[in-house]
């Protein structure tokens, strides 16, 4: 196995079923066609990773944590990290602060209960920790999170913050830790590359070509996926082309690149990464 540049990249998965897809909009009847496969995709995705001796963060999603305990468990057991990722898969800009912080805090009480550790870690559905929702940080931070995974520093369809720091870094806002998804930059350009669609629409090498920039400088690629992605046999809705390519394209490519990266690099729990986090923290 070749792991040419030392560094410990970054792993996560946020643990949801296809529907929870903000941007799709779905009926409740189109969500019952897609079905549940949640428990099946993240079983395979914990086979993979345990074929390459990978470890990661897994963000659970609340919702899916109260369906699927089994599944929490078995995470545990096989030694990744437990994350939240909310409880409905609800973008926060749209909630208040009083409802984000009882929900945020009924979700990371269920999830402690059923996998037995602290959760110290959250990513928010569709980047929604924007410039509107900073004040979340705070909540995250009063509940008990070190560590946030929410602000994409480029524009996203639903989130994004263009000119945030793309290092770990500490925010101001409060005692809490960012950890972004990586992205490319290049003079103004600011390219995500490092998950969801961006990795499914991506060539491998320009994967490889963004990594290796990071790795080079010391600095760890901060890599999600969706158990979901890894599953070309997702039944097929008819959708308008935008749903369709959001929800569909490229499906059948995630496995091979991701077991390019599995075996190319070396992956971590964000937790784990955080013990240097020192020696590569951003401004
Ligand atoms: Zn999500």
Redesign the pocket.
Known sequence: MVRGLEVRNILTV?V?ECF???DLLLSQQQKELLGTRVVEQTERLISLLKAYGQKGTFFV?GEVAERYPHLVRRLVEEGFELGL??YH?RLIYEQKKEEFRSETQDAKTLLEEIGGKEIIGF?A??WSITQRSLWSLEVLADIGFKYDSSILPARAYLGGIPGSNPRIHRREEAEIIEVPPSILKTGCLRLPFSGGLYLRMLPYNFIRYCFNKLNKKGLPAVIYL?PWELDPEIPQLKLNWKGRFALYHNLDKVQAKVERLLGEYSFAPVQEVLEDACSFCGP
Do not use: T, V
Request: hydrophobic share 10%.
């Open positions: 946020d949801e929870h897809r903000n999603l990722h909310g898969h990513r559905p569709s969706h």
